[in-house]
Nanobody
Framework: QVYLAESGGGLVQPGGSLKLSCKAS????????WNWYRQVAGKERDLVAT????????YSPSVKGRFTIFRDTVMYNMVTLEMNSLKPEDTAVYYC??????????WGQGTQVTVSS
């Protein structure tokens, strides 16, 4: 079992930056990939970014070049999503999700990001 807690959401103006963090506890050494998803009310939850244990990062086309995902390579219990050049369409609830070696998925509770002037 892995438990996740996101932090760092909030209100930011267009063009601004935010940093989201996801801290894991429990069986953290079972994690093989960290993911950030986002969801707008009434729509599906979409994958934003992924980083593997090999530190290979991938991004959705809508955020590539603006967002950066990286792992804590000291304690191996945290992932950060740096979001720059934010746009109103980035407004959503952002969720952290990890997968373990058995490909089980564990989700955080989500954190709201609002981009508005």
């Amino acid at each position: 079992q892995v438990y996740l807690a996101e932090s760092g959401g909030g209100l930011v103006q267009p063009g601004g930056s935010l940093k989201l963090s996801c801290k894991a506890s429990g069986n953290i050494f079972s994690i093989i990939a960290w993911n950030w998803y986002r969801q707008v009310a009434g729509k599906e939850r979409d994958l934003v970014a992924t980083v593997t244990n090999d530190d290979i990062a991938t991004y959705s086309p809508s955020v590539k070049g603006r967002f950066t995902i990286f792992r804590d390579t000291v304690m191996y219990n945290m992932v950060t999503l740096e979001m720059n050049s934010l746009k109103p369409e980035d407004t959503a609830v952002y969720y952290c999700m990890v997968r373990n070696g058995g490909y089980d998925a564990f989700w955080g509770q989500g954190t709201q990001v609002t981009v508005s002037s």
